[in-house]
């Protein structure tokens, strides 16, 4: 904390207040924003504050701050500020976002944060409205970045949408290309050999461990890519050779029979592990390079006319899932392999520029992070 910075009550800073109720049936067409505890939910034909204007969420979802421009409506699950006290909006609205609102519900016995508990959390302000603009501009150019960095990753994605549309169905065809694609099961594809198409093991709590053989599950495996969990499962050695389990490999293809959605499938990546396996669940695809480009056949896995075709063919009422040999009987489309080889190609530098977005918004994040912390502390000053 910086020593010019006056220590004092949150509630000599701002005064919060609650939100109104406003049920469905009398909204009525307009333009002002509801703001609910989790943000802009709805809109209404009138305003109950005047903007600029601080929420954040009361009871249901806690500790998400928003700040509003125009005129609004915040909700009863909602805290406002009601009274700025001179101090600027907002930078009010990235200071809240320091406060940890989880610590302070159900104080009282009932759920939710109160207003009167918050209003007694000693807080540390900068002295002049000067300084608080500068760091409210400070962060909001940080925003900006990171939102147009995010517009620009869901425009990429858009663009990788619309090649997967054409490219793998073959309603358009690359330079060069002009021969028949063809019908195939994953099995056939898999060259009829349960080996090249198998599912992982059958492994029980008991044989779970926290060091060993690293255990991939159905969590692991998004919609065209692995994720890593911060908690890692594996098994005992000595159940993986009990057990005779199925060790998998880099470039394997592994699918999900289980939603939600059944038939999402990745590339198993280098997770730098020495043994892997996979549970029961997880069908272990290995086409052979001859008949198939893996990378082709993973984007073809993450296309809606695959889930479809996934989801006809799954059964049960709680947790709906495919059996193997009805996956196996999937018939998809397929060019020849140098066709795939080429498509695939564009559609890795695709992800490719899209992880690299990624990777620089994780780091625009992490650098507005620091300066929240550097900045709303006073230990940096910017006047």
């Given at each position: 904390?910086?020593?010019?910075?006056?220590?004092?009550?949150?509630?000599?800073?701002?005064?919060?207040?609650?939100?109104?109720?406003?049920?469905?049936?009398?909204?009525?067409?307009?333009?002002?924003?509801?703001?609910?505890?989790?943000?802009?939910?709805?809109?209404?034909?009138?305003?109950?504050?005047?903007g600029p204007g601080v929420v954040?969420?009361?009871?249901?979802?806690?500790?998400?701050?928003?700040?509003?421009?125009?005129?609004?409506?915040?909700?009863?699950?909602?805290?406002?500020?009601?009274?700025?006290h001179g101090n600027d909006p907002l930078f009010t609205s990235y200071f809240l976002q320091t406060i940890d609102f989880h610590s302070y519900s159900g104080r009282t016995g009932v759920p939710g944060v109160n207003r009167n508990d918050l209003h007694e959390v000693e807080v540390s302000f900068p002295p002049t409205k000067a300084e608080q603009e500068a760091i409210a501009e400070a962060l909001s150019d940080a925003d900006a970045l990171i939102e147009s960095?995010?517009?620009?990753?869901?425009?990429?994605?858009?663009?990788?949408?619309?090649?997967?549309q054409g490219l793998l169905t073959g309603r358009r065809r690359l330079p060069g290309f002009s021969g028949k694609w063809e019908d195939r099961t994953l099995f056939e594809l898999a060259g009829s050999r349960k080996d090249l198409?198998?599912?992982?093991?059958?492994?029980?709590?008991?044989?779970?461990?926290?060091?060993?053989?690293?255990?991939?599950?159905?969590?692991?495996?998004g919609i065209g890519r692995f994720v890593e969990k911060d908690e890692k499962k594996y098994?005992?050695?000595?159940?993986?050779?009990?057990?005779?389990?199925?060790e998998i490999r880099q470039g394997d293809l592994l699918i999900c029979r289980l939603a939600e959605p059944a038939?999402?499938?990745?590339?198993?990546?280098?997770?730098?592990?020495?043994?892997?396996?996979?549970?029961?669940?997880?069908?272990?695809?290995?086409?052979?390079t001859s008949s198939a480009n893996r990378v082709f056949i993973a984007n073809l896995f993450s296309t809606d006319q695959w889930f479809r075709a996934v989801s006809d063919r799954s059964g049960g009422t709680t947790h709906k899932r495919i059996a193997r040999r009805a996956?196996?009987?999937?018939?998809?489309?397929?060019?020849?392999?140098?066709?795939?080889?080429?498509?695939?190609?564009?559609?890795?530098?695709m992800d490719a520029e899209i992880a690299a977005l990624e990777a620089k918004l994780a780091k625009s994040r992490g650098i507005k992070q620091g300066m929240m912390q550097e900045l709303l502390t006073g230990r940096t000053r910017l006047i």
């Open positions: 904390m910086s020593p010019n910075w006056k220590t004092q009550s949150l509630g000599s800073v701002v005064t919060l207040q609650r939100g109104y109720d406003l049920p469905y049936r009398l909204r009525k067409p307009g333009s002002i924003p509801i703001v609910t505890s989790s943000g802009i939910e709805d809109i209404h034909c009138e305003a109950k504050v005047k954040t969420g009361r009871y249901g979802t806690i500790g998400e701050v928003f700040f509003i421009r125009g005129d609004f409506w915040p909700l009863n699950t909602t805290l406002y500020v009601r009274d700025f960095l995010w517009q620009l990753i869901a425009k990429k994605r858009d663009l990788k949408q619309g090649a997967m198409f198998d599912d992982g093991d059958w492994i029980e709590s008991e044989h779970i461990t926290n060091e060993g053989v690293r255990l991939v599950q159905t969590g692991n495996i098994i005992f050695e000595s159940s993986f050779v009990s057990l005779r389990c199925k038939g999402r499938a990745c590339l198993l990546p280098d997770i730098g592990e020495e043994k892997i396996v996979t549970s029961v669940d997880v069908t272990i695809f290995r086409p052979p996956l196996g009987r999937l018939r998809i489309r397929v060019p020849c392999v140098d066709e795939q080889t080429a498509i695939a190609g564009i559609l890795s530098d």
